[in-house]
T-cell receptor, first 117, second 113 residues
Framework: GAVVSQHPSRVICKSGTSVKIECRSL??????MFWYRQFPKKSLMLMAT?????????EQGVEKDKFLINHASLTLSTLTVTSAHPEDSSFYIC?????????????FGAGTRLSVL | AQSVAQPEDQVNVAEGNPLTVKCTYS??????LFWYVQYPNRGLQFLLK??????LVKGSYGFEAEFNKSQTSFHLKKPSALVSDSALYFC???????????FGAGTTVTVRA
């Protein structure tokens, strides 16, 4: 299957700092990417849909000013957690939609474990 | 609205025995169904999908799933489980009008040697 790279895999930061997470589709172009948050032993919660060249669409209850999403190219979307606090500690996962050959399959990155001290 | 139910939090089987992970769905239009597997501290790996066509879909690592429209189910199966199949399995659905997926709560599979 297609490859999606997510970086960093783990980050520890102090409360009040900002953290940027990158999501790259390595072997296909992705006009649409998604950002999820996963709590321990829980399902994935969709945070936002990232669209290349336009503003992201946020799910209800997700603060767009806190979770900044930029999708400046067909292979890269970034999520910036601004002024992070301990309650933002979580596992963040991105996915990229592969529309090639009408597959329309989301391929996922390996995730980023964020710990805010 | 769309939703997925995975009724079992955990499934335990012995290596070599058949493995089944259950999934039922609800969607307003035609269902697009997916199974993903997640290993600890990793992202999700795509296993298989159903869009149209044969009700029995074959995927990666020897897994298959059967689409049953009347029962609105899409159970994941493997004829002979391996210890390495131990992981967290997610069923997901979307309808034809939106690319957003709705995931089930996940089923933890443990295959004992």
């Amino acid at each position: 299957g297609a490859v999606v790279s997510q970086h960093p895999s783990r980050v520890i930061c102090k409360s009040g700092t900002s953290v940027k997470i990158e999501c790259r589709s390595l072997d296909f172009q992705a006009t649409t990417m998604f950002w999820y948050r996963q709590f321990p032993k829980k399902s994935l919660m969709l945070m936002a849909t990232s669209n290349e060249g336009s503003k992201a669409t946020y799910e209800q209850g997700v603060e767009k000013d806190k979770f900044l999403i930029n999708h400046a190219s067909l292979t890269l979307s970034t999520l910036t957690v601004t002024s992070a606090h301990p309650e933002d500690s979580s596992f963040y996962i991105c996915s990229a939609l592969d529309r090639g050959l009408a597959k329309n399959i989301q391929y996922f990155g390996a995730g980023t474990r964020l710990s805010v001290l | 609205a769309q939703s997925v139910a995975q009724p079992e939090d955990q499934v335990n089987v012995a290596e070599g025995n058949p493995l089944t992970v259950k999934c039922t769905y609800s969607v307003s239009g035609n269902p697009y169904l997916f199974w993903y597997v997640q290993y600890p501290n990793r992202g999700l790996q795509f296993l298989l999908k159903y869009i149209t066509g044969d009700n029995l879909v074959k995927g990666s690592y020897g897994f298959e799933a059967e689409f049953n429209k009347s029962q609105t189910s899409f159970h994941l199966k493997k004829p002979s489980a391996l210890v390495s199949d131990s992981a967290l399995y997610f069923c997901a659905v979307r309808d034809g009008n939106d690319y957003k997926l709705s995931f089930g709560a996940g089923t933890t599979v443990t295959v004992r040697a």
